[in-house]
C-alpha cells in the first residue's frame, strides 16, 4: 500500500515528524557555482511511504529557458529518508551520476495547527560521499528543506571540484494534490 499523501492516522508514529514531506511537489529554482553558469530549472520530488517507518524519496529535474519551457534533463536522485529518536534523521540518496551520500541532520516543527503541521525544517549535513572512478569531485554538502505558507522550500550547498562550500541549488515546490503519477 503505498500512501503518497495519507493522513496521519495511516502513517507510522516514527514518520509523523517527517510527514509534512508526503507527497508530489513540483516548481521551479535556480543553480549557480564557481565552475559553472547561472540557470534555472524545474523539478519534481515525490516523498512516499508504504507503511514502514522510512520515507521514499525521488527527485528529476531539467534545464528550462528564459519562458520556463524544458531543455534537457538534469539531475536525478533518489534514495531514503529515516527518522531516528531525538528529532534526528538520516538520509541515504543515490545519483546516476556515480554518487552515493549518507547524511544525517535533525528536523525541528515550528508550526503546528489543529495537529496538522503548518512549518518545519529539515537541516542535513553529509557524513560520507562515495563516488565512483567517473564521477566529479565532490567533497560534500548541506542542504536545507523547509515547509513554508504550504510550500516546500529547499537549499543545496557543496563543495566539490577545488571549491569551498557555496550555495549550488535552491527551489520553491508546490504540493500537487491531483492523485496522478509523476509525468
Given at each position: 500500500?503505498?500512501?503518497?499523501?495519507?493522513s496521519?492516522?495511516?502513517?507510522?508514529?516514527?514518520?509523523?515528524?517527517?510527514?509534512w514531506?508526503?507527497?508530489?511537489w513540483?516548481?521551479?529554482?535556480?543553480?549557480?557555482?564557481?565552475?559553472?553558469?547561472?540557470?534555472?530549472?524545474?523539478?519534481?520530488?515525490?516523498?512516499?511511504?508504504?507503511?514502514?517507518?522510512?520515507?521514499?524519496?525521488?527527485?528529476?529535474?531539467?534545464?528550462?529557458?528564459?519562458?520556463?519551457?524544458?531543455?534537457?534533463?538534469?539531475?536525478?536522485?533518489?534514495?531514503?529518508?529515516?527518522?531516528?529518536?531525538?528529532?534526528?534523521?538520516?538520509?541515504?540518496?543515490?545519483?546516476?551520476?556515480?554518487?552515493?551520500?549518507?547524511w544525517?541532520?535533525?528536523?525541528?516543527?515550528?508550526?503546528?495547527?489543529n495537529?496538522?503541521?503548518?512549518?518545519?525544517?529539515?537541516?542535513?549535513?553529509?557524513?560520507?560521499?562515495?563516488?565512483?572512478?567517473?564521477?566529479?569531485?565532490?567533497?560534500?554538502?548541506?542542504?536545507?528543506?523547509?515547509?513554508?505558507d504550504?510550500?516546500?522550500?529547499?537549499?543545496?550547498?557543496?563543495?566539490?571540484?577545488?571549491?569551498?562550500?557555496?550555495?549550488?541549488?535552491?527551489?520553491?515546490?508546490?504540493?500537487?494534490?491531483?492523485?496522478?503519477?509523476?509525468?
Amino acid at each position: 500500500m503505498n500512501m503518497d499523501a495519507g493522513s496521519e492516522s495511516t502513517i507510522p508514529e516514527q514518520l509523523l515528524p517527517l510527514s509534512w514531506l508526503i507527497g508530489r511537489w513540483t516548481g521551479v529554482g535556480t543553480g549557480q557555482y564557481p565552475s559553472i553558469d547561472d540557470f534555472r530549472f524545474g523539478q519534481e520530488v515525490t516523498f512516499s511511504t508504504d507503511g514502514r517507518p522510512f520515507l521514499s524519496y525521488a527527485s528529476r529535474s531539467w534545464l528550462i529557458d528564459d519562458d520556463g519551457n524544458r531543455v534537457r534533463p538534469l539531475a536525478t536522485e533518489s534514495g531514503f529518508w529515516r527518522p531516528r529518536p531525538h528529532n534526528q534523521v538520516e538520509v541515504q540518496l543515490a545519483h546516476p551520476t556515480g554518487y552515493s551520500e549518507i547524511w544525517y541532520g535533525n528536523v525541528e516543527i515550528t508550526g503546528l495547527e489543529n495537529a496538522r503541521i503548518t512549518g518545519a525544517r529539515a537541516e542535513l549535513r553529509t557524513d560520507m560521499v562515495g563516488r565512483t572512478e567517473s564521477a566529479k569531485e565532490y567533497a560534500g554538502g548541506h542542504r536545507l528543506y523547509g515547509l513554508v505558507d504550504e510550500r516546500l522550500l529547499w537549499t543545496f550547498d557543496m563543495s566539490a571540484v577545488g571549491q569551498p562550500i557555496t550555495n549550488h541549488l535552491a527551489a520553491t515546490l508546490q504540493h500537487v494534490d491531483d492523485g496522478a503519477p509523476p509525468a
